[in-house]
């Protein structure tokens, strides 16, 4: 069920389970039907009752439409048939079709328009369109129109192709399947079952067939009774609905036609014509989607219709009964298989009968097939429709038929010589086709038999399946033995009938033998799934490496997630049914023969194997026990309930990793039918997932990855329910099973319950199903009693190529058996009927039980004559069969029973053989009794036969003495086992102790023999007198080199894992801690600890020392920075707009998300200080205005270090080699790009440091006691002293070369201000303003004040004190003429008369206008540098008067004119100057009776009123006011002088920062006692008389306000309480924002963009790549980050969730800050689940943002070309 957004959002979904997704060809809402969903969950607008009260439409109203549509529509079909030319055979036809659509667009859009009108319209459409009458009527009669004559010509040329049939002379017959018994299809109860239907349009056969020949075709044949007639033939037309649908196939589907036809569908009689009319051209679409070649797009658009006809139950029921729908479809997908068939070359490739499907076809390659699949699968889906087909003998006979095309398709030859040319991948198709056309319709009919009363139809099944397979083991001439170096994964026919078998046991309760064929039926099923699991360990040996990685691609899909339920799970349930139901020697035999293992199994030390090379056999044992101990303990199918199943296949997958909640669902098998999406017991998903899984929430370690919401095993899941065999099972790579037992060895240790290296944990399993009893019998034969004694003695003597993996597994398959023995040992007796066999001699009964201690001397063995073991004088006599022998055609009838010692060694494969012909002579009935050809001879080896010799070995054990000499081996210890029995009788007792359930090895052994010794009195004897007799102690064996290397092979490599993995956990913390220290990148936030893990790496040397030493990190050498050896910083240069964001309100700024709301950016700093540059230019003297402010609010230029240094030219030596070095990933040297060589932290420049004594600060700052005047003087003549460049030396090209990459850092816009481009003035206002940009982004960086003292927490790594010297150098280069310095306007009187002479040019800017702290950095950076601390101070004092000074202007204009007038009068009583100088009230009535003689109070008229605050200044409340607005410039002075000078700065509490501030400062006088209300005006310093200074100030703005009082008011106030900078807030709920966003059109180009994207700094809605809004080769979004952000760009894109970071050039998807209610993303909104904001990854994107470390955090970056 769909719905579409606005239905879903005016329904009530809570609590609902839903997937949005975009669907990308329109569709239709089920919002409405009752058919479909309940009507209580209709949305608000379909719940209106709409039945009763409609009235009657006037009949008059409706006539003129009736007259005039069948006129319409006849004429839409005109154009239709004359637009359509028979498409040539080389020309493809589609552009004159799409021309003919163009050009019917508004005849199509308007019956769309008439159909949105309602039922009325809808119900004239529908009698217009289904008239048969009005067809005849209007379409025969032509007349003497030629033009309609020709058109319906065309018509009828269209229509020839349209049946299956071909033109007559074209006719081409089937050849008829030579078989003796029954053919095919020849069902009874089939009329004349030999038409040949078989035949195809001609336009699709004629290139096919000349190439392969008509004789390779294999021709079905189907039932042509007369009820399939209708599809053969030509279609008949009898109304509109029928020609336009023939049309709208013809013309491939165009996307009106299909939405004009959906929006009928709500007319419920349409309805019915439709889907009618639909079903008898369902063969004309199945033609034309062949022949399409945009396949995709019509496969979408047939779907679109097709799941709305066929989704209703009732409407597919009345199809199937009316007009045979199943018929058709089975037919047709029948015929479209055909076109496409090859011969098989499985077995006998040259007298093979059987045909499958050419998966390197584009048909199957390009999933063509899929719609037609799709819709039978749908149909299926109901229950009334899937019982008609259950029922139906003659469609599963045709089903069976269609399903066997497939069966042995994709078939695989082993490469044995050299490597293939050519890596085929038609395996994709492969799978897909089995998956889609087979295993999906199986699961949908599976659905339907799950009761009692259901039995009939899983015998039908059943009976056609197997008559089918029995047709294809004939057709490729199969006999006993499959062909050697052969495989294909698709064996449908075979998982049909194991599913339907299943089913049958599970929930029909049908007895299993009576739907069981015969035995020898049962030895040629097993056969080819036996053949899959051997070749899967061979590809997991490497065997297959010449076929190239395709065929491991094969391997994984065969049990990847969504395909193992439908393949490898049937296969082995099928094993297991054949397993229980044949002989165990046989089977057990078979399976080591199909391993090609049989020759290892010897006890021979040496042996020679004929079919496999050493190198393989170890890992092909392995592969073959693990495949029984799947085989013996998997019981999916044999008796455990749906809710085990899901929680074994969760544990399984939680065991291998942690797993996200999606990625856990995708990996659980989907059950029955995967149209449904149910997964089995999905209900319990959740329950199950709460009771196995703990959830760990997603957690953000600073600058690592963005982690996901993860589930995790819980303990107790460890502890009981961990699983190796389902795991073994599930494991798409070989490395999560290793993953699997590294997390459970983690687990035990932490749990202290085994702390060595455990071996996989035995686990219970669920009891097996009574029909399944059977297969136990495996674990109880002589063969495996036999194969399992072999192997305990081969390892316990050392043998090649045996592991720790054989022995664990050998261990394994006897537990299994102690587990599932039968109660009384009554096997001892058995009496041998029937020829005796080599192995009775070995074992007497075939109880595991008690062959365990049954006790074996002698053995024969055949070895090679070079075999250690040949004793010369072993009677030659004695003949024997090798266990390995396969060229054996001997077989000793008479056993040589009186040497009973002696254990004839049997020959597995010919014990098999003789079984298989036992078999077959039984079975065999008169009719067949033909002897059948030996086909072994296929399987002797090319090379001569080895020459083999006969010894005879002394053994002297049974099974229980080579586990107590295993233990001892293990344990390493001489008589390491004592039955623990004879201390503590309770362990019989009670068996299930914890402490054997756990443990390697060892404990492994101590579990069996406790259960041997449980099972019977005679073990648990035996098992005290084998411990009792002593051994003697054996000296150490020596072991030699070779077999020592396979025995440690396992323990060596899991030493060697260790090793490595305390070797990495050492690595990594190292690597955190020099993180930490080095690159501390995200927690500088707010973290007040300095830390002191590393000494500096610029070292602060010690007080003898003169000079700085640097240390190179490339060089590796220490050293002073030299004027001819410079060293530099590694720093990162770049554009910030981040200060420009900063506002003066709290309240944060929201993504807008209705159109409402709009985001207008006159608030922030950044435009607050572009109007007021822009004020000052319009009325003040350009040189002068650039001197007045600071840039760089916008596109300020931000420097930051690693804090790493080298030198210059071992810099430029390292980036020439990065540029000679190819392999960059994401820099580009070009630019100066590079990475630091220590650190490899981004970088693309270095700051030369500035040679010169690191103790100079110390001798600074003793402080000289100068008086203020003399100071004054001093800096003036300090400042007037021109600089000069020193002399063309290294480290001043690179002062120069850095200054020049500071500049080339941001765009020329930000850098030129000035009115003449090019003035001296702007280079100068833009070096002030850097400084300016680096010390106010510190403070933001400090949380925005200095409350929190200490050092720089970036003091590592900051580079302010070389970048001021930097900027110092190159500023004083150009001097400030001293009359305009405005030094001398702080510090001194001028003379009245200068004023006059200037009216007609631009004026100064008052010095009450100017930006203080922009005066701060031009004086102090036009000293010579290494600065005096005593002029440091001086300036800022003096400064300050200016300052406080503003502060009062500023106040006096905020406060209403009332308040004025008090405050001048109450000042005016205190004029004591030398008080009044140091009091704001004092201060403040001079200020304001000094500008009240200006114009700036007047003109306060009405609007001016509405300006002024309604608030009451307190003297409190204007103290506040003076701090704030002194405060951030006292911060930055601070911060200022913290660099320079080096004096930490003093921590506090926020109320008591300016008095802490201007303290540290030196403007508070020492001695000066803190009162308790702290009185700002105290900090005051006056240079010269105050009233008199504070006049000359005035008087400039009041020359200024009598022309322009309004401005002079604005440029007055200054704002300077900026708050942080912030990211805008974000809504809660994602979906909010997508539908806001995904179909808004862009403001540039009145598009809805493919790719919408919204910046996350200013919220402008951007068109990500798209080419509409691109300008002059830049795409919107890139230019959108140049002009927002001065390079850097945050974009959430709209359509995928995620957020994408622009840098400068480069780009990189940081992730996303909304994740789901499991902690995940879904990028791209692929699943469609609802999204939540993780505010901590907001805040860490934020973080991210304001600390400019983007560069330094996210690692995958790439280049964007400016194409985003």
Same mark, same amino acid.
């Given at each position: 069920?769909?719905?579409?957004?606005?239905?879903?959002?005016?329904?009530?979904?809570?609590?609902?389970?839903?997937?949005?997704?975009?669907?990308?060809?329109?569709?239709?809402?089920?919002?409405?039907?009752?058919?479909?969903?309940?009507?209580?969950?209709?949305?608000?607008?379909?719940?209106?009752?709409?039945?009763?009260?409609?009235?009657?439409?006037?009949?008059?109203?409706?006539?003129?439409?009736?007259?005039?549509?069948?006129?319409?529509?006849?004429?839409?079909?005109?154009?239709?048939? #004359?637009?359509?030319?028979?498409?040539?055979?080389?020309?493809?036809?589609?552009?004159?079709?799409?021309?003919?659509?163009?050009?019917?667009?508004?005849?199509? %859009?308007?019956?769309?328009?008439?159909?949105?009108?309602?039922?009325?319209?809808?119900?004239?459409?529908?009698?217009?369109?289904?008239?048969?009458?009005?067809?005849?009527?209007?379409?025969?009669?032509?007349?003497?129109?030629?033009?309609?004559?020709?058109?319906?010509?065309?018509?009828?040329?269209?229509?020839?192709?349209?049946?299956?049939?071909?033109?007559?002379?074209?006719?081409?017959?089937?050849?008829?399947?030579?078989?003796?018994?029954?053919?095919?299809?020849?069902?009874?109860?089939?009329?004349?079952?030999?038409?040949?239907?078989?035949?195809?349009?001609?336009?699709?056969?004629?290139?096919?067939?000349?190439?392969?020949?008509?004789?390779?075709?294999?021709?079905?044949?189907?039932?042509?009774?007369?009820?399939?007639?209708?599809?053969?033939?030509?279609?008949?037309?009898?109304?509109?609905?029928?020609?336009?649908?023939?049309?709208?196939?013809?013309?491939?589907?165009?996307?009106?036609?299909?939405?004009?036809?959906?929006?009928?569908?709500?007319?419920?009689?349409?309805?019915?014509?439709?889907?009618?009319?639909?079903?008898?051209?369902?063969?004309?679409?199945?033609?034309?989607?062949?022949?399409?070649?945009?396949?995709?797009?019509?496969?979408?658009?047939?779907?679109?219709?097709?799941?709305?006809?066929?989704?209703?139950?009732?409407?597919?029921?009345?199809?199937?009964?009316?007009?045979?729908?199943?018929?058709? *479809?089975?037919?047709? =997908?029948?015929?479209?298989?055909?076109?496409?068939?090859?011969?098989?070359?499985?077995?006998?490739?040259?007298?093979?009968?059987?045909?499958?499907?050419?998966?390197?076809?584009?048909?199957?390659?390009?999933?063509?097939?899929?719609?037609?699949?799709?819709?039978?699968?749908?149909?299926?889906?109901?229950?009334?429709?899937?019982?008609?087909?259950?029922?139906?003998?003659?469609?599963?006979?045709?089903? *069976?038929?269609?399903?066997?095309?497939?069966?042995?398709?994709?078939?695989?030859?082993?490469?044995?010589?050299?490597?293939?040319?050519?890596?085929?991948?038609?395996?994709?198709?492969?799978?897909?086709?089995?998956?889609?056309?087979?295993?999906?319709?199986?699961?949908?009919?599976?659905?339907?038999?799950?009761?009692?009363?259901?039995?009939?139809?899983?015998?039908?099944?059943?009976?056609?399946?197997?008559?089918?397979?029995?047709?294809?083991?004939?057709?490729?001439?199969?006999?006993?033995?499959?062909?050697?170096?052969?495989?294909?994964?698709?064996?449908?026919?075979?998982?049909?009938?194991?599913?339907?078998?299943?089913?049958?046991?599970?929930?029909?309760?049908?007895?299993?033998?009576?739907?069981?064929?015969?035995?020898?039926?049962?030895?040629? =099923?097993?056969?080819?799934?036996?053949?899959?699991?051997?070749?899967?360990?061979?590809?997991?040996?490497?065997?297959?490496?010449?076929?190239?990685?395709?065929?491991?691609?094969?391997?994984?899909?065969?049990?990847?997630?969504?395909?193992?339920?439908?393949?490898?799970?049937?296969?082995?349930?099928?094993?297991?049914?054949?397993?229980?139901?044949?002989?165990?020697?046989?089977?057990?035999?078979?399976?080591?023969?199909?391993?090609?293992?049989?020759?290892?199994?010897?006890?021979?030390?040496?042996?020679?194997?004929?079919?496999?090379?050493?190198?393989?056999?170890?890992?092909?044992?392995?592969?073959?026990?693990?495949?029984?101990?799947?085989?013996?303990? =998997?019981?999916?199918?044999?008796?455990?309930?749906?809710?085990?199943?899901?929680?074994?296949?969760?544990?399984?997958?939680?065991?291998?990793?942690?797993?996200?909640?999606?990625?856990?669902?995708?990996?659980?098998?989907?059950?029955?039918?995967?149209?449904?999406?149910?997964?089995?017991?999905?209900?319990?998903?959740?329950?199950?997932?709460?009771?196995?899984?703990?959830?760990?929430?997603?957690?953000?370690?600073?600058?690592?990855?963005?982690?996901?919401?993860? +589930?995790?095993?819980?303990? #107790?899941?460890?502890?009981?329910?961990?699983?190796?065999?389902?795991?073994?099972?599930?494991?798409?790579?070989?490395?999560?099973?290793?993953?699997?037992?590294?997390? +459970?060895?983690?687990?035990?240790?932490?749990?202290?319950?085994?702390?060595?290296?455990?071996?996989?944990?035995?686990?219970?399993?669920?009891?097996?199903?009574?029909?399944?009893?059977?297969?136990?019998?495996?674990?109880?034969?002589?063969?495996?009693?036999?194969?399992?004694?072999?192997?305990?003695?081969?390892?316990?003597?050392?043998?090649?190529?045996?592991?720790?993996?054989?022995?664990?597994?050998?261990?394994?398959?006897?537990?299994?058996?102690?587990?599932?023995?039968?109660?009384?040992?009554?096997?001892?007796?058995?009496?041998?009927?029937?020829?005796?066999?080599?192995?009775?001699?070995?074992?007497?009964? $075939?109880?595991?039980?008690?062959?365990?201690?049954?006790?074996?001397?002698?053995?024969?063995?055949?070895?090679?004559?070079?075999?250690?073991?040949?004793?010369?004088? $072993?009677?030659?006599?004695?003949?024997?069969?090798?266990?390995?022998?396969?060229?054996? $055609?001997?077989?000793?009838?008479?056993?040589?029973?009186?040497?009973?010692?002696?254990?004839?060694?049997?020959?597995?494969?010919?014990?098999?053989?003789?079984?298989?012909?036992?078999?077959?002579?039984?079975?065999?009935?008169?009719?067949?009794?033909?002897?059948?050809?030996?086909?072994?001879?296929?399987?002797?080896?090319?090379?001569?036969?080895?020459?083999?010799?006969?010894?005879?070995?002394?053994?002297? #054990?049974?099974?229980?003495?080579?586990?107590?000499?295993?233990?001892?081996?293990?344990?390493?210890?001489?008589?390491?086992?004592?039955?623990?029995?004879?201390?503590?009788?309770?362990?019989?007792?009670?068996?299930?102790?914890?402490?054997?359930?756990?443990?390697?090895?060892?404990?492994?052994?101590?579990?069996?023999?406790?259960?041997?010794?449980?099972?019977?009195?005679?073990?648990?004897?035996?098992?005290?007198?084998?411990?009792?007799?002593?051994?003697?102690?054996?000296?150490?064996?020596?072991?030699?080199?070779?077999?020592?290397?396979?025995?440690?092979?396992?323990?060596?490599?899991?030493?060697?894992?260790?090793?490595?993995?305390?070797?990495?956990?050492?690595?990594?913390?190292?690597?955190?801690?020099?993180?930490?220290?080095?690159?501390?990148?995200?927690?500088?936030?707010? %973290?007040? %600890?300095?830390?002191?893990?590393?000494?500096?790496?610029?070292?602060?040397?010690?007080?003898?020392?003169?000079?700085?030493?640097?240390?190179?990190?490339?060089?590796?050498?220490?050293?002073?920075?030299?004027?001819?050896?410079?060293?530099?910083?590694?720093?990162?240069?770049?554009?910030?707009?981040?200060?420009?964001?900063?506002?003066?309100?709290?309240?944060?700024?929201?993504?807008?998300?209705?159109?409402?709301?709009?985001?207008?950016?006159?608030?922030?700093?950044?435009?607050?200080?572009?109007?007021?540059?822009?004020?000052?230019?319009?009325?003040?003297?350009?040189?002068?205005?650039?001197?007045?402010?600071?840039?760089?609010?916008?596109?300020?230029?931000?420097?930051?270090?690693?804090?790493?240094?080298?030198?210059?030219?071992?810099?430029?030596?390292?980036?020439?080699?990065?540029?000679?070095?190819?392999?960059?990933?994401?820099?580009?040297?070009?630019?100066?790009?590079?990475?630091?060589?220590?650190?490899?932290?981004?970088?693309?420049?270095?700051?030369?440091?500035?040679?010169?004594?690191?103790?100079?600060?110390?001798?600074?700052?003793?402080?000289?006691?100068?008086?203020?005047?003399?100071?004054?003087?001093?800096?003036?003549?300090?400042?007037?002293?021109?600089?000069?460049?020193?002399?063309?030396?290294?480290?001043?090209?690179?002062?120069?070369?850095?200054?020049?990459?500071?500049?080339?850092?941001?765009?020329?816009?930000?850098?030129?201000?000035?009115?003449?481009?090019?003035?001296?003035?702007?280079?100068?206002?833009? *070096?002030?303003?850097?400084?300016?940009?680096?010390?106010?982004?510190?403070?933001?960086?400090?949380?925005?004040?200095?409350?929190?003292?200490?050092?720089?927490?970036?003091?590592?790594?900051?580079?302010?004190?070389?970048?001021?010297?930097?900027?110092?150098?190159?500023?004083?280069?150009?001097?400030?003429?001293?009359?305009?310095?405005?030094?001398?306007?702080?510090?001194?009187?001028?003379? *009245?008369?200068?004023?006059?002479?200037?009216?007609?040019?631009?004026?100064?800017?008052?010095?009450?206008?100017?930006?203080?702290?922009?005066?701060?950095?031009?004086?102090?950076?036009?000293?010579?540098?290494?600065?005096?601390?005593?002029?440091?101070?001086?300036?800022?004092?003096?400064?300050?008067?200016?300052?406080?000074?503003?502060?009062?202007?500023?106040?006096?204009?905020?406060?209403?004119?009332?308040?004025?007038?008090?405050?001048?009068?109450?000042?005016?009583?205190?004029?004591?100057?030398?008080?009044?100088?140091?009091?704001?009230?004092?201060?403040?009535?001079?200020?304001?009776?000094?500008?009240?003689?200006?114009?700036?109070?007047?003109?306060?008229?009405?609007?001016?009123?509405?300006?002024?605050?309604?608030?009451?200044?307190?003297?409190?409340?204007?103290?506040?006011?003076?701090?704030?607005?002194?405060?951030?410039? =006292?911060?930055?002075?601070?911060?200022?002088?913290?660099?320079?000078?080096?004096?930490?700065?003093?921590?506090?509490?926020?109320?008591?920062?300016?008095?802490?501030?201007? %303290?540290?400062?030196?403007?508070?006088?020492?001695?000066?006692?803190?009162?308790?209300?702290?009185?700002?005006?105290?900090? /005051?310093?006056?240079?010269?008389?105050?009233?008199?200074?504070?006049?000359?100030?005035?008087?400039?703005?009041?020359?200024?306000?009598?022309?322009?009082?309004?401005?002079?008011?604005?440029?007055?106030?200054?704002?300077?309480?900026?708050?942080?900078?912030?990211?805008?807030?974000?809504?809660?709920?994602?979906?909010?924002?997508?539908?806001?966003?995904?179909?808004?059109?862009?403001?540039?180009?009145?598009?809805?963009?493919?790719?919408?994207?919204?910046? /996350?700094?200013?919220?402008?809605?951007?068109?990500?790549?798209?080419?509409?809004?691109?300008?002059?080769?830049?795409?919107?979004?890139?230019?959108?980050?140049?002009?927002?952000?001065?390079?850097?760009?945050?974009?959430?894109?709209?359509?995928?969730?995620?957020?994408?970071?622009?840098?400068?050039?480069?780009?990189?998807?940081?992730?996303?800050?909304?994740?789901?209610?499991?902690?995940?993303?879904?990028?791209?909104?692929?699943?469609?689940?609802?999204?939540?904001?993780?505010?901590?990854?907001?805040?860490?994107?934020?973080?991210?943002?304001?600390?400019?470390?983007?560069?330094?955090?996210?690692?995958?970056?790439?280049?964007?070309?400016?194409?985003?």
């Amino acid at each position: 069920m769909s719905l579409c957004a606005e239905c879903f959002h005016q329904g009530d979904h809570t609590g609902h389970d839903f997937n949005m997704f975009r669907s990308q060809a329109g569709g239709a809402c089920d919002c409405g039907d009752s058919n479909v969903m309940r009507e209580s969950g209709f949305c608000r607008r379909h719940q209106i009752k709409s039945s009763s009260n409609i009235p009657c439409v006037p009949k008059d109203l409706l006539m003129m439409s009736e007259f005039v549509l069948p006129r319409f529509i006849l004429c839409l079909i005109q154009y239709l048939r #004359e637009g359509y030319n028979e498409p040539a055979a080389d020309v493809p036809s589609e552009k004159d079709l799409n021309k003919v659509l163009q050009l019917l667009e508004p005849q199509i %859009s308007f019956l769309e328009d008439l159909t949105k009108m309602g039922g009325a319209m809808r119900s004239v459409l529908t009698q217009v369109l289904t008239n048969q009458q009005n067809y005849k009527d209007l379409t025969s009669d032509l007349g003497e129109n030629a033009c309609a004559k020709k058109s319906h010509e065309k018509y009828l040329i269209a229509l020839k192709s349209s049946g299956l049939t071909y033109p007559e002379d074209k006719l081409v017959y089937g050849i008829q399947e030579p078989s003796a018994g029954t053919s095919t299809l020849a069902v009874q109860g089939f009329a004349g079952a030999t038409g040949t239907l078989g035949q195809l349009d001609s336009s699709d056969e004629e290139d096919q067939d000349g190439s392969q020949g008509l004789g390779k075709r294999k021709r079905v044949k189907l039932s042509s009774s007369a009820k399939d007639q209708s599809i053969m033939d030509v279609l008949k037309h009898k109304s509109f609905l029928e020609e336009l649908l023939f049309w709208t196939i013809k013309y491939e589907f165009p996307q009106k036609m299909v939405t004009f036809l959906l929006n009928m569908l709500p007319d419920q009689e349409y309805k019915v014509a439709f889907t009618k009319t639909f079903v008898q051209h369902y063969a004309f679409i199945m033609k034309t989607l062949k022949k399409s070649h945009e396949s995709d797009t019509m496969s979408n658009r047939i779907v679109h219709i097709s799941v709305q006809l066929f989704s209703n139950e009732e409407l597919a029921r009345q199809v199937t009964e009316e007009c045979q729908l199943l018929d058709i *479809m089975v037919t047709v =997908l029948l015929y479209m298989m055909e076109s496409c068939l090859i011969k098989s070359e499985l077995q006998d490739e040259e007298n093979s009968l059987h045909v499958v499907v050419n998966c390197g076809e584009a048909l199957l390659k390009n999933n063509t097939y899929w719609p037609l699949v799709s819709d039978f699968i749908n149909i299926l889906s109901h229950q009334s429709v899937a019982k008609k087909f259950l029922e139906d003998h003659g469609l599963l006979v045709t089903w *069976m038929n269609f399903v066997s095309f497939f069966q042995g398709m994709n078939l695989n030859k082993r490469e044995l010589n050299e490597h293939v040319e050519f890596e085929s991948q038609t395996y994709y198709a492969a799978f897909a086709a089995e998956l889609e056309a087979c295993a999906q319709p199986m699961w949908g009919l599976l659905s339907h038999c799950k009761v009692r009363e259901t039995q009939e139809y899983t015998r039908n099944v059943v009976r056609y399946c197997l008559e089918a397979l029995q047709d294809w083991f004939d057709a490729i001439n199969f006999v006993d033995e499959p062909a050697p170096n052969q495989v294909t994964f698709h064996l449908p026919l075979h998982r049909y009938y194991a599913m339907f078998l299943s089913k049958a046991v599970k929930c029909q309760e049908l007895d299993l033998d009576s739907i069981l064929p015969d035995q020898e039926m049962l030895m040629k =099923l097993m056969i080819h799934p036996l053949q899959i699991q051997a070749s899967l360990a061979e590809i997991h040996s490497n065997m297959w490496v010449r076929n190239g990685l395709q065929i491991k691609g094969q391997a994984m899909t065969y049990v990847q997630s969504h395909f193992c339920n439908s393949m490898i799970d049937p296969d082995i349930y099928l094993l297991q049914v054949c397993a229980s139901r044949l002989d165990p020697d046989y089977f057990i035999s078979s399976v080591f023969e199909r391993f090609k293992v049989v020759d290892l199994l010897t006890m021979a030390s040496q042996h020679q194997n004929t079919v496999l090379d050493a190198e393989h056999e170890r890992s092909m044992l392995e592969g073959a026990l693990t495949f029984l101990v799947i085989l013996l303990s =998997l019981r999916l199918h044999l008796g455990m309930s749906d809710d085990e199943i899901l929680r074994a296949e969760m544990v399984a997958q939680l065991c291998m990793n942690d797993r996200t909640h999606s990625s856990l669902l995708d990996l659980i098998p989907e059950n029955p039918n995967p149209k449904s999406g149910i997964i089995p017991g999905s209900y319990s998903f959740e329950s199950v997932l709460s009771a196995v899984a703990d959830f760990k929430a997603p957690v953000f370690e600073p600058g690592g990855s963005m982690q996901q919401g993860m +589930y995790t095993p819980k303990a #107790e899941v460890w502890d009981q329910e961990f699983d190796p065999v389902m795991v073994i099972l599930r494991t798409v790579y070989r490395r999560d099973v290793q993953s699997a037992m590294d997390r +459970y060895t983690a687990f035990l240790k932490q749990s202290g319950k085994f702390p060595g290296n455990p071996w996989p944990p035995y686990k219970k399993r669920t009891a097996l199903h009574s029909s399944y009893k059977g297969l136990m019998r495996l674990l109880h034969c002589k063969t495996l009693h036999i194969v399992l004694f072999t192997l305990l003695y081969k390892i316990l003597n050392d043998h090649q190529n045996l592991s720790e993996h054989v022995l664990c597994m050998v261990l394994y398959l006897i537990e299994l058996g102690l587990e599932n023995s039968a109660d009384e040992e009554s096997d001892e007796e058995t009496s041998v009927c029937g020829p005796e066999r080599c192995h009775d001699s070995w074992f007497p009964g $075939s109880n595991l039980v008690s062959n365990m201690r049954h006790f074996i001397n002698y053995v024969r063995v055949r070895v090679p004559e070079t075999a250690p073991e040949v004793k010369r004088d $072993s009677p030659a006599s004695t003949s024997s069969d090798s266990l390995g022998s396969l060229q054996s $055609s001997r077989r000793p009838k008479v056993l040589q029973r009186e040497n009973s010692g002696t254990a004839q060694v049997f020959s597995l494969v010919a014990e098999r053989r003789k079984k298989f012909q036992e078999i077959i002579n039984r079975s065999s009935n008169e009719a067949n009794q033909v002897v059948r050809p030996k086909t072994s001879n296929k399987w002797s080896a090319p090379g001569s036969v080895p020459q083999l010799t006969t010894a005879i070995l002394e053994i002297k #054990e049974s099974i229980l003495s080579l586990l107590i000499k295993l233990h001892h081996k293990l344990s390493g210890k001489q008589n390491s086992y004592y039955p623990p029995w004879l201390d503590d009788i309770e362990i019989l007792i009670q068996p299930e102790i914890p402490k054997y359930s756990h443990g390697d090895g060892i404990t492994a052994v101590e579990r069996i023999l406790l259960k041997a010794a449980l099972q019977s009195r005679m073990n648990k004897r035996i098992i005290e007198e084998i411990c009792r007799k002593v051994t003697p102690p054996v000296p150490p064996k020596k072991v030699t080199t070779a077999e020592k290397k396979t025995l440690d092979k396992e323990e060596r490599r899991q030493k060697a894992r260790e090793r490595q993995q305390k070797l990495l956990a050492e690595f990594a913390s190292r690597q955190k801690s020099f993180m930490e220290t080095a690159m501390d990148v995200e927690r500088f936030f707010f %973290s007040d %600890s300095p830390e002191n893990d590393i000494p500096m790496e610029i070292t602060t040397a010690e007080p003898q020392l003169s000079e700085a030493v640097y240390d190179c990190v490339i060089c590796g050498q220490s050293g002073p920075s030299s004027e001819d050896r410079p060293t530099g910083l590694v720093v990162l240069l770049q554009a910030s707009s981040v200060l420009g964001q900063c506002r003066d309100n709290l309240e944060p700024k929201k993504l807008p998300i209705t159109e409402e709301e709009q985001i207008y950016p006159w608030d922030t700093c950044a435009a607050v200080h572009d109007v007021r540059l822009s004020l000052l230019q319009r009325y003040f003297k350009d040189s002068s205005c650039l001197l007045a402010v600071s840039i760089g609010w916008e596109g300020g230029v931000y420097v930051q270090t690693c804090g790493h240094t080298l030198h210059i030219d071992c810099h430029k030596s390292y980036m020439e080699s990065l540029r000679n070095d190819q392999v960059l990933q994401g820099f580009s040297v070009d630019k100066g790009e590079f990475t630091c060589p220590l650190c490899r932290q981004f970088a693309n420049s270095v700051l030369p440091c500035y040679p010169g004594s690191n103790m100079e600060n110390n001798l600074w700052q003793r402080h000289s006691n100068k008086s203020i005047p003399d100071l004054i003087k001093e800096v003036e003549e300090l400042q007037g002293r021109p600089g000069a460049f020193p002399s063309e030396t290294n480290l001043s090209k690179e002062m120069e070369s850095v200054m020049k990459d500071i500049k080339n850092t941001t765009q020329k816009k930000y850098r030129d201000y000035s009115k003449t481009p090019g003035s001296p003035d702007n280079d100068f206002l833009f *070096m002030y303003s850097v400084a300016r940009t680096n010390l106010e982004l510190e403070l933001i960086h400090r949380g925005g004040n200095l409350c929190s003292g200490g050092a720089s927490t970036a003091g590592k790594r900051s580079c302010l004190n070389q970048l001021f010297h930097v900027l110092a150098l190159h500023m004083r280069l150009y001097s400030i003429d001293s009359e305009f310095n405005p030094w001398r306007k702080l510090t001194q009187l001028e003379e *009245m008369n200068s004023q006059l002479g200037n009216e007609e040019q631009q004026p100064e800017v008052p010095i009450l206008y100017h930006d203080v702290t922009s005066l701060l950095l031009i004086q102090i950076l036009m000293m010579p540098q290494p600065l005096h601390k005593d002029h440091f101070t001086c300036i800022v004092k003096v400064l300050f008067t200016l300052l406080y000074t503003q502060a009062l202007a500023a106040l006096s204009v905020k406060c209403n004119e009332e308040d004025r007038s008090a405050w001048k009068h109450t000042g005016a009583l205190k004029k004591n100057p030398c008080d009044a100088e140091k009091s704001y009230k004092g201060l403040l009535s001079f200020v304001i009776s000094e500008l009240s003689k200006g114009k700036l109070y007047h003109e306060e008229g009405a609007q001016e009123c509405a300006m002024v605050s309604p608030i009451a200044w307190s003297p409190e409340s204007m103290e506040k006011y003076l701090q704030d607005f002194c405060l951030p410039f =006292l911060r930055i002075t601070s911060l200022l002088q913290h660099h320079l000078f080096g004096e930490d700065l003093p921590s506090c509490q926020e109320e008591e920062e300016f008095s802490v501030l201007s %303290s540290c400062l030196g403007l508070l006088p020492t001695f000066y006692q803190t009162e308790h209300p702290f009185i700002s005006a105290s900090c /005051l310093d006056w240079p010269v008389p105050a009233f008199d200074i504070i006049a000359q100030w005035c008087s400039e703005i009041n020359s200024f306000t009598e022309r322009h009082a309004e401005q002079g008011k604005a440029l007055l106030i200054q704002e300077s309480r900026w708050k942080l900078p912030h990211l805008l807030q974000l809504p809660e709920n994602y979906n909010t924002i997508f539908q806001y966003y995904h179909r808004k059109t862009c403001s540039v180009c009145t598009k809805v963009p493919k790719d919408p994207a919204v910046c /996350l700094v200013c919220g402008t809605f951007v068109c990500l790549k798209g080419l509409c809004c691109k300008q002059q080769s830049y795409c919107e979004c890139v230019l959108h980050s140049q002009n927002c952000g001065a390079g850097t760009g945050i974009f959430l894109l709209i359509n995928a969730s995620v957020i994408i970071i622009i840098r400068g050039h480069r780009f990189c998807l940081w992730g996303s800050v909304y994740l789901d209610a499991h902690g995940e993303e879904d990028r791209d909104l692929r699943r469609g689940k609802p999204l939540y904001i993780c505010k901590e990854r907001y805040k860490v994107l934020e973080q991210q943002w304001i600390s400019h470390t983007f560069d330094h955090i996210n690692k995958r970056w790439g280049p964007h070309y400016n194409g985003l």
